[in-house]
């Protein structure tokens, strides 16, 4: 379970990486939600590296949710 702290952090990066995803295509967000959760619970909670992890995510979602 993450802290407070790592919680607020992946929901900002989460909020920032998926600003321009269409409300119409929350798989996207779900997506990219995913792959930040599981990066974060596996140690890496520094905004840029799970900044990266979102916009790899994001990259890397099928192309229906881009």
Do not use: F, N, Y
């Not at 930040?36 to 520094?46: D, R």
């Not at 905004?47 to 790899?56: C, F, M, S, Y």
């Amino acid at each position: 379970m993450l802290d407070a702290e790592t919680t607020a952090l992946v929901r900002k990066i989460l909020d920032e990486v998926c600003a321009a995803v269409s409300h119409d295509e929350p798989g996207a967000r779900l997506h990219v939600a995913s792959k930040l959760l599981e990066s974060a619970s596996k140690g890496e909670t520094s905004a840029e590296g799970l900044k990266l992890v979102g916009q790899q995510a994001l990259v890397g979602a099928p192309t229906m949710w881009r």
